[in-house]
């Protein structure tokens, strides 16, 4: 079972930059896709940055051209660098990995982390 351990998130004031990573164990994790997902107060979690095991991309449209996804695959982490922060990026942010590229975006995992809280304020 996939194991997720979130790091990286703070407070930041808009128009700033923050990275956040995730650590990623008990599975082969080069096979694996991975994504990003945010939690805003109040709403639903949504997939941010997906990526596959060969490399292909995708964002969220809120999030397209400010958000990059990577991986590196020696050390079993993921990243989500961020960019030009917004109020509206404000939220808990989790991140999972899936053999299949095609679930994704769905978000129906068994197993998350204990997610990594930005807050983007001035």
């Known amino acids: 079972q996939v194991q997720l351990v979130e790091s990286g998130g703070g407070l930041v004031q808009p128009g700033g930059s923050l990275r956040l990573s995730c650590e990623v164990s008990?599975?082969?994790?080069?096979?694996?896709?991975i994504g990003w997902y945010r939690q805003a107060p109040g709403k639903s979690r949504d997939w941010v940055a997906v990526?596959?095991?060969?490399?292909?991309?995708e964002y969220a449209d809120s999030v397209q051209g400010r958000f990059h996804i990577s991986r590196n695959n020696t050390k079993r982490m993921m990243y989500l660098d961020m960019d030009n922060l917004k109020p509206e990026d404000t939220g808990v942010y989790y991140c999972?990995?899936?053999?299949?590229?095609?679930?994704?975006?769905?978000?129906?995992?068994?197993?998350w982390g204990q997610g990594s809280q930005v807050i983007v304020s001035s």
């Open positions: 999972n990995a899936d053999p299949k590229f095609a679930r994704m975006k769905t978000g129906q995992f068994d197993s």
């Open positions: 008990g599975v082969i994790f080069s096979f694996f896709a």
């Open positions: 990526r596959s095991s060969s490399g292909f991309t």
